[in-house]
């Protein structure tokens, strides 16, 4: 499986440079939105890219397709601006731009891709929160995260029980 | 590709610039090279630093009010001659009626040019805005010689305690926020002291809540507690400073700040245990009429766990306006006015005054009794930052802004000089670790604009001083490297071909740190206000509001207040209110907080909560209370 945006919502700051990187890098749109559920608590969310992607099956002009990187994209020049895939999406990702009248979403910054960089939101974000990598990588780091937690209680509890090491 | 530093907050993060000289202005991320942010990652603000330089709005020429609030274009000779001849007049007699103040914006070589300028004048009235939070700082650190203990950013990653005092650190500084958390994934412990609940406390293992201005008392105990528990040889207390400190028990310290005393016990447990600490301050300690007082005695317990210290600064060059003598009181390089004949030798001017001139506070209190003919404000908005500045320059005969926006300052000014932004000039910041990073030119200032050196020195010239004949900022830094003991090593010619950027040159000194013990507590009867900031704002939204992406996302920033307080006063969400104090009053909608400690307001300070602070002075200390004020709220229908 290609690489995707994660995000780790617990280092989540809520600074929101995510969004304002991607407008940069997207002419003042951002396809990174974050939202404030709670007091204090943010989520950050974006295109899922999804694997069986709603959107491109109800697509009636085929504008949206998968690149070689695993991102779902627009072909602006064949979207007609119907909606039906924001309707379709699960999320509601894909936004209507009025003055282009076309649909925009998440490419994973198909031009820093080109150039070898990761997406303008995961290399800006400051606390690591969001995450480029692979279905397979992110289960990874959740199981070390897991392994040092439980190392550490081994440990304490050795402390406690007067053990060897 | 250039490097270039962000011209906001005293972080000092560095980005490429993609294209130089011509649009779009595009900025890369620093993956490469060790610079202050880490991995070159940058916060919103930072992701949007070109945008304001772009807007329309920018002053493109010199004006000259014809009435108040009404400017007509005169030319950069007139306004020169203008400027020029009044200063003249006021040189010879009274030269002390003058008033240079600066903002924490501006560059090194533009800032000692402005120190120069005023000292050359006759007059030691200068200041800069970030006098009364990192100027204090700076000045505690250095009269109680720590500051060998000024942490790098490096040196929080490797700590294992880490103290956050008085700020919030998520929302002003995320880029020292992710060294913070790099250290707590190693297994650090964060201790947060902030009466609200921030995005900051919610990473800390402990979080303790004061009542704002309480500090002091909070400080002590800990002294205290750490007195019991260590063998405090190293560090040497007078028989009064023990007197003051026996006094705070954690019993007494809770009824003075509302902790309660074991969780004071047991954060002192954390620092005594703690072999390498780190204690971050920022203006919530610093900006109280007692500041100089709290940080003194947080470097005297910095000292005893022998912990590393890092002030935090609000402006991308409060450090380097302060290292370059942009204060009453010190000559460039923290020197005294006992050096003056070095400065009278080096500068070729044996008039030179050694009179500690009036600092900004002071200086709107005169205003205001019409003991101030003129005012030359660089690169600050104080009639938004500061209480009572607008009457004060309204009083005022005769007033120049400098600056790169209209503002309400340049509303109020007699001439308007159009400036040119950070990135329009070459030059360099230093920021709160002491870093001196050259950021070079990447735009051409719009129209008329100059860089603000290039201006003090047609300036200077004008009036007919001597000294000034400067073409490029790099000849400024080599006459900055000679006179500045801290700058010796940032030479023009190693600066430039450094991008890492180079840290203070400091002498190894020897002496032992001064301890130092208070028990001055300024009061506040509750509901107080605490001004607080948001991250995609900046002060008082001079450049933040022109930035589209951060002015659609940081709008209407609401008033905090507890849900307690709510249901007492009968405030609800979305309701307009009006917070009065003696000073004059603030309008804002409130939002109903559960982060809010009972008795206290947070009020955004972008949007002028600032100006109803009171000005009064306080004449122990002669600070005045800039954070924190008491106040009544009303509905407005």
């Known amino acids: 499986m290609e690489k995707r945006v994660f995000i780790d919502f617990r280092n989540c700051i809520g600074c929101r440079s995510c969004e304002v990187a991607c407008a940069r890098e997207h002419h003042g749109k951002a396809n990174i939105t974050l939202i404030e559920t709670s007091e204090l608590l943010m989520m950050s969310f974006n295109c899922r890219h999804c694997e069986n992607a709603p959107c491109m099956l109800v697509c009636p002009a085929r504008a949206l397709y998968r690149d070689e990187g695993g991102a779902v994209r627009v072909k602006y020049q064949e979207c007609i601006g119907c909606m039906f895939c924001s309707i379709a999406c699960p999320f509601g990702t894909p936004e209507f731009v009025s003055e282009l009248k076309i649909m925009m979403k998440c490419d994973l910054c198909s031009h820093r891709r080109d150039e070898g960089k990761l997406p303008a939101c995961v290399t800006t974000c400051p606390t690591d929160a969001l995450i480029f990598a692979s279905e397979e990588e992110i289960l990874q780091i959740k199981v070390r995260q897991n392994l040092t937690k439980i190392e550490e209680l081994v440990k304490k509890v050795e402390k406690i029980m007067g053990g060897t090491t | 590709m250039q490097i270039i530093t962000c011209p906001y907050c005293g972080a000092g993060c560095r980005a490429y610039v993609k294209k130089e000289l011509s649009r779009p202005f595009m900025i890369e991320y620093v993956t490469d090279i060790n610079v202050p942010n880490d991995f070159g990652k940058l916060c919103p603000k930072g992701n949007a630093m070109f945008e304001h330089m772009i807007s329309k709005e920018r002053l493109k020429v010199p004006l000259k009010a014809i009435e108040e609030g009404k400017f007509v274009k005169i030319s950069w000779k007139d306004a020169i001659n203008e400027i020029a001849s009044f200063i003249r007049s006021y040189m010879k007699d009274d030269p002390n009626k003058l008033m240079f103040l600066a903002g924490g914006k501006v560059s090194n070589e533009s800032a000692y040019l402005f120190q120069k300028f005023a000292r050359n004048i006759g007059t030691n009235n200068i200041d800069n805005t970030s006098h009364f939070c990192h100027g204090v700082s700076v000045k505690a650190i250095l009269d109680s010689n720590f500051e060998r203990n000024w942490a790098t950013y490096e040196e929080i990653e490797e700590s294992n305690l880490i103290v956050i005092w008085g700020a919030n650190l998520a929302e002003t500084f995320p880029l020292i926020f992710r060294r913070v958390l790099k250290a707590k994934s190693k297994g650090a412990k964060i201790i947060v002291i902030d009466p609200r609940k921030t995005k900051t406390t919610k990473f800390a293992s402990a979080h303790l809540r004061p009542f704002p201005g309480t500090d002091i008392a909070l400080i002590n105990a800990l002294i205290n507690l750490l007195m019991e528990r260590r063998n405090a040889k190293s560090v040497l207390f007078t028989a009064s400073d023990l007197e003051i400190i026996g006094k705070y028990s954690p019993e007494y310290a809770e009824k003075l700040t509302g902790i309660p005393a074991g969780d004071i016990e047991k954060i002192a447990r954390e620092i005594i245990l703690a072999e390498k600490g780190n204690i971050l301050w920022g203006s919530g300690i610093a900006m109280y009429s007692n500041g100089y007082d709290v940080i003194r005695s947080v470097i005297t317990l910095a000292s005893m766990a022998n912990f590393k210290i890092l002030p935090l600064a609000g402006q991308n060059n409060s450090q380097g306006v302060t290292d ?246 009968g405030i609800k969400d979305d309701d307009r209110v009006r917070l009065v104090s003696e000073n004059g009053e603030y309008i804002g909608t409130v939002k109903v907080s559960k982060t809010i400690l009972p008795g206290t307001i947070k009020a955004p300070w972008h949007n002028g909560a600032n100006r109803i602070m009171s000005l009064r002075i306080d004449e122990e200390t002669g600070l005045p209370q800039m954070k924190a004020c008491s106040c009544t709220i009303e509905k407005v229908e």
């Not at chain 2, 020197?335 to 900004?360: C, H, M, Q, V």
């Not at chain 2, 000679?482 to 002496?511: C, K």
């Open chain 2, 324 to 569: 370059m003598g942009i204060m009453p009181d010190l000559l460039p390089g923290y020197r005294t006015y006992d050096d003056i004949d070095f400065f009278k030798k080096a500068w070729k001017n044996d008039e030179l005054s050694d009179e500690i001139g009036l600092d900004i506070a002071k200086s709107i209190k005169e205003a205001q009794k019409g003991n101030i003919s003129a005012f030359y404000i660089m690169g600050a908005n104080i009639a938004v930052s500061f209480p009572e500045a607008e009457k004060a320059l309204k009083s005022t005969e005769f007033v120049i802004v400098q600056d790169i926006f209209p503002t309400q300052t340049t509303e109020l000014a007699d001439i308007i000089l159009p400036a040119a932004t950070f990135f329009e000039s070459d030059g360099s910041t230093t920021n709160v670790e002491r870093r001196i990073q050259w950021s070079p030119r990447v735009k051409w200032p719009p129209k008329d604009a100059k860089p603000d050196w290039a201006i003090l020195c047609e300036l200077a010239t004008a009036v007919g001083l001597e000294g000034f004949g400067f073409y490029f900022p790099e000849e400024i830094l080599h006459e900055i490297s000679t006179l500045v003991p801290q700058y010796a090593n940032a030479d023009p010619r190693t600066l430039t071909r450094t991008p890492e950027g180079i840290i203070w040159n400091m002498g190894s000194s020897s002496q032992p740190t001064k301890v130092y013990t208070s028990d001055r507590m300024p009061s506040f009867e509750p509901p107080v206000m605490i001004t607080v900031r948001y991250v995609g704002q900046f002060q008082t939204g001079t450049m933040t509001n022109r930035s589209p992406s951060l002015k659609a996302r940081w709008q209407n920033l609401p008033i905090l207040i507890s849900e307690e307080d709510a249901s007492k006063w």
